[in-house]
């Protein structure tokens, strides 16, 4: 389950960010555009995975925790969540806005997921399991790489397209009408250029990591039985 969490997650964190200022311009208009609301939806794409990985690992930790690990683990994500309080108030004192509020949220959660998953290692591996695989949890290289490949094309594609202003020797009348037309434009090609990354790297998880969709499948079919 959390393989295939992450799995979308990165997804998301691949397009989403490159995608956010085309978002906001589709459904608010070209004002949205100018403020930091797509900068902020960008860096929550890239936190989902780290939101993902926490909510999975903890659900499962607390799941199987004793009253005695209980307490040592309550302990430690005090220090976290003091960590994090840390992160937002020197966020807010070098003036980093909300994006700075997100990447402490971010660190927070990425260290209460390494917690998580460290403490259903050594619980598994005290009833004779070998612990928790790395290459189980996360999804595989192909995939990663195939994530990280769309988004650099996407970040390529969101420069040259949506970067550009508006030129010539036009009236101001004029050159608003020109840059709002070039603009949808730009927004255009740039979503087009997205379909067609989207369609590149599900042909590659097709390849290379359709046995996540079989498990999930079976998980739910097992959840069923029990049910």
């Avoid at 302990?75 to 700075?100: D, E, K, P």
């Amino acid at each position: 389950l959390l393989r295939v969490v992450l799995t979308l997650s990165l997804l998301i964190a691949a397009f989403g960010p490159h995608h956010s200022l085309s978002l906001f311009a589709l459904l608010y208009g070209n004002a949205w555009t100018a403020t930091e609301a797509p900068a902020a939806l960008a860096a929550y794409c890239g936190c989902l995975v780290c939101l993902a990985a926490n909510g999975i690992s903890e659900a499962a930790m607390y799941a199987c925790v004793s009253a005695s690990d209980l307490a040592k683990a309550s302990r430690a994500l005090l220090l976290f969540s003091i960590a994090y309080l840390l992160c937002c108030w020197g966020a807010t004192a070098m003036g980093l806005g909300m994006l700075g509020l997100l990447a402490a949220n971010a660190v927070s959660m990425a260290l209460r997921a390494w917690y998580a998953l460290r403490f259903l290692s050594e619980y598994l591996m005290q009833r004779g399991s070998s612990g928790i695989s790395w290459a189980e949890v996360f999804p595989n290289t192909s995939t990663v790489f195939a994530f990280v490949v769309v988004s650099v094309v996407a970040g390529i594609s969101q420069f040259i397209f949506l970067s550009s202003v508006c030129e010539g020797s036009l009236n101001d009348a004029g050159c608003a009408f020109a840059r709002s037309m070039k603009t949808w434009m730009h927004h255009g090609v740039h979503i087009g250029v997205g379909v067609v990354l989207l369609g590149a790297v599900l042909l590659v998880f097709r390849r290379s990591s359709w046995y996540v969709v079989q498990e999930f499948k079976e998980l739910i079919r097992d959840k069923k039985k029990e049910d």
